[in-house]
Each structure stands twice: as structure tokens, then as C-alpha cells.
């Protein structure tokens, strides 16, 4: 099952490329000898030109001519699929309603054609070779066969167009007029949808009127402190104001909240038209992997599928797939999923099927024949389905196989020794499982393993991109990347077109760095307990910053402009691209000499310009060359095994070392959240960039549903978020003075760095409530009514815009209250932690694990079972404290107001409103604390503990079993009284 090329390995000290597996011969794939009409089942056969003989250039359904004359003679008139009226084709005879659509008036071929018909002549072409005729026997028409049309025979560029326009449902009618084309070719290919003012005002009104009603609020605690609880009071206000000074932060840059909408068939018309090449530009996928146990083969395997599904010229496709645990498992699997596409791509192509992920395809109880009117499609599906269910066996078998380690080691087919089995010390290993051939369906695929040495750092994920970055520099070098996690799959086959028309737009498309896809998820339970869906970010946050400087990078599901990533400044924001210092010298004067000095001379300009290139590529030809192409493309005169060699020298481990790699180019180091990182200086170079929402879901995956790797992911990105707090990139001073970095996206970038400090005072708000009722302190005094109506007001105000976001945003409030419960628990827990160990390096208890760690994405037998399952981490401790005190603390309110009297019941439902507050939030976390409850559910089995411990209080207090004795309490007097 090797590719053409072979499995080559090697490092850049040999100075060799070493082939580990020839190749084996293809095998060869079905040939169809010409269409059969769907209608008689005879041959398509060819026109009076030679070319295949196409009934409907809308949708091309397959229909021969003589059916396609009776059609237009005796019929409907219309295609039996896509119900459009047949058009006149030269050489056929005119019918009722042709006078309105010919521009050419063929009357020499008419008049033959008639009379072949008037002879009951047999249509041939004009060689004389006989085609297939029409006869009549017992009044019915049947169809005779005489001969075939040439093997191989396709449909032209034009109506693989028209086809595409079909299934996107923006088709209209060809004019002889040429003024709406040359229209679209100047229209914008997308446009900015403003929210509806009706919905946006309301919601701006609101924050006005909560930020004034904040004032005043804060205006009472501040000047009518507690006399008799000080600390309580002065606490509580403190953490208030940070609470509002983080809310204010969160809600400035939201202020704009946009849409966008794209224009699928002005692409189409601008770059493939008709009878020129396709126009479009390449684009090269990148796709990363680790552990083939937590990322299961066929996971992996299903995202690779639906890939090169995509619906895009498949020779401008380049896939390449970074195996970093350098596993002979997930090579294997690789060539099983490229022998495999062979079958599923032209499937999914024919029949123009969504998703293109075959186990999502397959799995979902859908309507599977909704639109499709081929009869063939049913037989096709079925036979489909089985040939997944034998991939699946094959797949499984190898990771059954994988289990058992041999202890010298994996050796492949041919005896040779597995390169990678050591993966933390290997060579570099590519090999081209998919080459791009002339007329092939199938894009290129590309498997690579970056180099990996004990004494060098290899930078996670970033540094796994930023290898395949440059792989697919040399290779192909497509002027656009799409960064895929291995669990994310293609779910919209047209998400790349919708990128383009961003890109490619003539007006906009030079200044856009990215373009941000919504990542939507599988396989969460149906209440999403742990907020998993992130539906605030995806729906909210990055809809607002696309009004602005456009979006952060979320770490996929996104296509970068590969200029943007090379350290150079936006075309809109410089007029010439900017100058990256490498290194500098102090002259004698001790004034510093750097190669971005100002000089006028134009040959000094160039020299430094080519250092800087050099200094940034460690004088790699081919990845230099490729940042200096606008269109991409490789040097056609390299041989490939130029090429191979280049890429396993760009993969080394001691590539990017004296070079700019990591830190103006590729993903940026130097912390976890390189996400962030690479937005924040892409959009200080001044790019912008764009978050795009198709209504089909671009992309989906499989996401953490335990509690345990929850909170773990959510470390994660806060410590990333403060590595960049605490690092010169920090967004408050970070290339202040360029100017580029527009003042409400920085503040975004603030609040996305500095929002694990909220866990601080959300941590003490939370225990608060607790000491007042173990203390039976407050912490406000007895309020007037002025104050009651501000402290009601404020609490309505709240609520208010919290609906009025929803109504603009069409989040559900299920999913908004979600998002805000897991907004506690993890700010108790995984953020607090990063505080600790960002301000003090190391936890007295033990040091946490922040490190990348792979979330398992193996799905499990039993649904949701990984929901219930608990890994104990010392994560769980703060919110299980919490949790804990107030349960106590509503014991102890309850015991004091019972000894107490009626009179400090009124107290009491204060307190007890901020305590089951707190509860309330921290619910989904005790949920999954406790586990499954087969039988109990856990809101029963709170409310039994509780209500049993006040009823025993109550008990004890009242004591009916003691008889009441009047005169004086002798354990209070004593016996002297």
C-alpha cells in the first residue's frame, strides 16, 4: 500500500536521503467506458463536435440524445433531476420556446437532423460511426445501442461548474447579455451583516444603565461601611470593585458585534470561468497528531477523509499530516486511508454528500435519500458503507497489532526497521502517499515526522506546525494554510470556498492575515454540564471581535495567509514590508548599528534584506523563495528528490536554532497559549482578521467531557494566558507605538491575558457568604429603601442584558447559564491554580503539570461513560472546600435563627441567598464529584442531607419529649440563685 514515492528518512548532518520502503505498483482504479443514460440505459454518446454529448449543463445529469430529443419533442422539456428546461443544443431540432434562448441560429444542422429523423435514420457522428437510434414497437419508444463513445469521456469545466452552482442553489439563466457577469466580477465577494438595531440598541442601552446603576451601587458600600464587621466589609467590597473593573473590561470590546456573509457564486464566476484554467488559489491543510491511543487511527483517519473531500479543485489541494509520536501505527493507517479515498472521494463528489467524514456520515440518522434523485445513488451507499465497515476492520486490527510491542523494536513489511521507534530520538521521515497527478480526483497526501533529538526543544504543537509549515513550503508552497486538529473533521465540504471569498476579494483580501472558522463538538452529553461547547466564545466573544481588529486564533479550524506568518507587515498598514532585527552591534561610538537602520542606497537595502531572509531561514533556498511568491507554487524544475531531501533538512531538529522560527515566524514560543501569542503579533503587524460562520457548521470534533480533563484544559490556557501577562509581549505596552494595534483590540487582548486574576476575589466572594453565617455578621448594614431599589435594580440590570446579549447573540439560555456555572468552577480551581504558580513558580504541595497533554478522544462503548468517570487532581479541592463551608455555614444559620428567635429570620434569608448562590453555580461540579446515581439523583440526595440536618436542629430545639417546668433554669443560676 506504499505511495508512489516510498517512506524516506534522514537527517540534515547525513547529507543523504535514505528510501525505508519502495514503492509499490497503484492499484488500478475502475474505468468506466463512457456515461449511460439513465433514462434507456444506452450510451451518452458524443455531439456533432466530438465532445461528450451533455443533455443539462445545469446539473449534467446523464441522458442520451435520442431521449433527449423525444424529451423535448413529446416530454416535459425539463431534466428529470434538476427540473431545468432543456436547452437547444446544436444540431437538435427547434422546439416551442427556443426563439428566447439561441443566440446562434443553426440552421444547417437542423434541417439534417429532421430529416435523419424523417428516415428513421440512426444518429451517427461524422465519421459515419453509428451511435444509437430510437424505434417505435407497440406504441412504445425503446432505445437501441450500435456503438460506444470514446473511454474516458467527462464532463467539461463548465458544467462542473454549473453543477457546483446547482448544490449551492445559486443558479440562474444564461442570457446572451454579458452586463450581470461583468457585474459579479466587480461585486464584493462578501459584505458586513450589522446586527439589527432593534436588537443591538436595547442590549447597548442596558450595559449604559447597569454601569450607572454600578455607580451607585458602589457609591453606598464605599460611604456606609459595617461598624461592627470591618474586614468582612472591607473585603467584600474590594473584590466587587475588581468584579466590575473585569466585567467593564469584558464588555468594552463587545460595544460592535458583526456578521459577515459570503457570495459562493461570484467566486465562481471570477475564477472559473468558463473554458480558462481554474483560478483558484492552492491551499495546503496541515494537520497534527501525537499519540495514536488518546487520538485514536480512526479519528485521525475520518478528519484525513473529509479533507480530500473537500468540494475544491482537487490538484490546488495539499494535505500533510504530522505523526509527532512518530508511530508506525498512524503510518500504517495512513496508507489504509489513502488506499480507501480512492473509493470515498468520487462517492462523496458524485453525490455531493454532507458531512464527508464517513463515520459521522454514516452514524447520523438523517434522511439520507433527501435531493438525491440518481438511481444509483441507493446501491452506491449501501455498497459504500460496507467497504467502511471493512476499512474499519482493517484499522482495528492494526491497533490491535500495536498493543503488543515486539522487544526488538516494529520492523515494516519489508523487514526494515521502523525509524521512529524510539520517538523522542528518530530522523525525519515524509513519504507522499497521494502524489498530485494530471486528472486525478484525489489531492495530495503527505505524511511527515519532524526529527526529534534528546538535547533539543521541540516546542509541542507550534513546533509541530511550524516544521509541516516549512515541509509544505518546499513542496507545494500554497499561498494559504488551514491548520486542523486530528479530531476536528471537515463538516461543510465548501468551508475553503468561503475562506477565498474573503481572500481573494480584490478590495479586501491583501490586508487579511486569517480567516477563524466556529469549532462545534460531538458527543457531549445532552446538557453540556461542563460547558464544553463554549458557545460564549464561538458566539459571542469572537462575532464582537470581528467588528474590531477581527478574531484571536482559538488553535484550529483556521487558514492563515502564509505571508502573514513569515514576520512581514500587512500590505494595507506599511507601504513597504517591515524589517525584522536579528542581530546588533554596538559601533564605536556606542551608538547601535542595526540592519534596520534608514539607508537610501537601494543595493544596501538589498543586502540587508537578504541577511535578514537568511538570518530567518538559515539560508533554506526553497523556504526562502517561498515567502518572496505572492501565488505560491515550487520551482517546476526541481526534481522531486531535490525536493524530498530540502524537506527532511527543513524538518531537523537543529533547523530553526540561530534562526527567527518560533519567534517573528510560524506559530510564536514561549507559551502555552501560542494561539493567543500568534494573533497578538500578527495583528500588531498590522493584519487583520476575519470570523467566519457559515450555516452548515464548518468543522467538528470531539472535546473533553470528563471532569478531571476539563479542568486540566482549562489550566492550561490560563497559564498560557499568563505566561503572556508576564512576558514582554504583554498586550499593555506590547508595540505600543506602532499605533497598529487598535486600542479596543487591545483591551480584548487584556482581558484575555489578565482574566485568571478574577479567580482572587471570585475565590473569597464565594466563601464569603459561609462567614456571615458562621460569624451571624453581613457585610452591608441595614439598608434604606433608596439603597434596596438600587441593590433590585442593579440585580435586574444583570439579568437583563444577560437576555438582551442572548437575544442578539441567538445563544439559548440553557447553554448562557452553562457557560456561567463552569465560569466558577473553573476560576476556583484550574485558574486560581495558575495564579499561585504563575506569581509563585511552584506549589508548596508539588509543582502542577501545565505541559501540552493530549486529551483523550477514543470514544467510549458506553455512552458518556468518560462523564462520570473521576481522576482525582488536586483541582478538585477548592470548589469541594466551598462547597463544603457553605453547606455547613446554612446548618449553622439555621441552628442561630432557630436559638435566636422570629426576629432573625429576616437576616437569615439574606445570607442564605448569596450561600445557595454560591451552591447553585458549583452544582454541575458536585454533580460529577459524586458520580453516576443509578437510582438517586444527586439534587435529591443534597436536599435529603440538608433537610435532615435543620430537621434534627429543630428537634433537639423544641424537645417534646421533656416536660416544661416553670421558675429558673438551674444550669443558668446555679444552686444559690
Sequence with gaps: MEASTGLFAGSPNSKELVAIQGPDEPKPVKNLDGQLCEICGDSVGVTVEGDLFVACEECGFPVCRPCYEYERREGTQVCPQCHTRYKRIKGSPRVEG??????????????????????????GDDDGNSKSGLAKVNGELLSTSVGEPEAGAKLDEKENIDEW????????????????????????????????????????????????????????????????????????????????????????????????????????????????????????????????????????????????????????????????????????????????????????KKFSIEPRAPEKYFSDKIDFLKDKLQSTYVKERRTMKREYEEFKVRINALVAKSMRVPPE???????????????????????????????????????????????????????????????????????????????????????????????????????????????????LDRHDRYANKNTVLFDINLRCLDGLQGPAYVGSACIFRRKSLTGCDSPVSSKRPSMVQVHSKQDENGEEASITAAATDEEKELLKSQKNDENKFEKSTHTMNSSLTEEGGVDPSSSQEVLLKEAIHVMGSKYEDRTLWGYEMGLSYGSIAADTLTSLKMHCHGWRSVYCMPKRDPFRGTAPINLTDRLNQVLRWAVGSLQILFSHHCPLLYDLNS????????????????????????????????????????????????????????????????????????????????SQQFWVIGSVSANLFAVVQSIMGALPLGRVNTNFSIVSKAPDDVEFRELYTIRWTALLIPPTTIIIINLIGIVAGFTDSINSGEHSWGALLGKLFFSLWVIVHLYPFLKGLMGRQNRTPTLVVIWSVLLASIFSLVWVRVDPFVLKTKGPDVKQCGISC
Excluded at 477523509?305 to 499530516?321: E, F, N, Q, R
Excluded at 504543537?461 to 509544505?472: D, E, M, T
Excluded at 437576555?803 to 448562557?816: A, F, N, Q
Aim: aromatic share 12%; with cysteine.
Design 98 to 123: 427556443d426563439e428566447d434562448e439561441d443566440d446562434v441560429d443553426d440552421i444547417e444542422h437542423e434541417f439534417k437532423h429532421e430529416e435523419m429523423h424523417k428516415g428513421n435514420m440512426i444518429h
Design 165 to 348: 452552482m446547482l448544490r449551492q442553489g445559486n443558479l440562474w439563466p444564461e442570457t446572451d447579455d454579458s452586463v450581470d457577469q461583468e457585474k459579479a466580477m466587480k461585486e464584493p465577494l462578501s459584505r458586513k451583516v450589522a446586527i439589527p438595531s432593534g436588537k443591538l440598541s436595547p442590549y447597548r442601552m442596558m450595559v449604559v444603565a447597569r454601569f450607572l446603576l454600578l455607580l451607585l451601587f458602589f457609591q453606598y458600600r464605599i460611604f456606609h461601611p459595617v461598624p461592627d464587621a470591618v474586614g468582612l466589609w472591607f473585603i467584600s467590597v474590594t473584590c466587587e470593585i475588581w468584579l466590575a473593573l473585569s466585567w467593564m473590561i469584558d464588555q468594552i470590546p463587545k460595544w460592535f458585534p458583526i456578521d459577515r456573509e459570503t457570495y459562493l457564486d461570484r467566486l465562481s464566476i471570477r475564477f472559473e470561468q468558463e473554458n480558462k484554467p481554474n483560478m483558484l488559489s492552492p491551499i495546503d491543510i496541515i494537520v497534527t497528531t501525537v499519540d495514536p491511543i488518546k487520538e485514536p487511527p480512526l479519528v485521525t483517519a475520518n478528519t484525513v477523509l473529509s479533507i480530500l473531500a473537500l468540494d475544491y479543485p482537487a490538484d490546488k489541494i495539499s494535505c500533510y499530516v504530522s505523526d509527532d509520536g512518530a508511530s508506525m501505527l498512524t503510518f500504517e493507517a495512513l496508507q489504509e486511508t489513502a488506499e480507501f479515498s480512492r473509493k470515498w472521494v468520487p462517492f462523496c
Design 409 to 523: 523494536g516494529w520492523t515494516m513489511k519489508d523487514e526494515t526497521p521502523w525509524p521512529g521507534n524510539n520517538p523522542k530520538d528518530h530522523p525525519s521521515m515524509i513519504q507522499v502517499l497521494l502524489p498530485h497527478n494530471v486528472g486525478s480526483e484525489l489531492p495530495c497526501l503527505v505524511y511527515t515526522s519532524r526529527e526529534k533529538r534528546p538535547a533539543f526543544q521541540h516546542h509541542g504543537k507550534a513546533g509541530a506546525i511550524n516544521a509541516l509549515l516549512r515541509v509544505s513550503a518546499v513542496l507545494s508552497n500554497a499561498p494559504f494554510v488551514l491548520n486542523l486538529d486530528c479530531n476536528h473533521y471537515v463538516n461543510n465540504s465548501k468551508v475553503v470556498r468561503e475562506a477565498m471569498c474573503f481572500f481573494m476579494d480584490i478590495q479586501l483580501g491583501n490586508g487579511i492575515g486569517f480567516v477563524q472558522f466556529p469549532l462545534r463538538f460531538d458527543s
Design 739 to 818: 499605533g497598529r494595534l487598535k486600542g479596543l483590540q487591545r483591551i480584548a487582548y487584556i482581558n484575555s491575558t489578565v482574566y485568571p486574576f478574577s479567580s482572587i476575589p471570585l475565590l473569597i466572594y464565594c466563601i464569603v457568604p459561609a462567614i456571615c453565617l458562621l460569624t451571624d455578621k453581613f457585610i452591608t448594614p441595614s439598608v434604606g429603601t433608596f439603597a434596596s431599589l438600587v441593590f433590585t435594580a442593579l440585580f435586574i440590570s444583570i439579568f437583563a442584558s444577560a437576555i438582551l446579549e442572548l437575544r442578539w447573540s441567538g445563544v439559548g439560555l440553557e447553554e448562557w447559564w452553562r
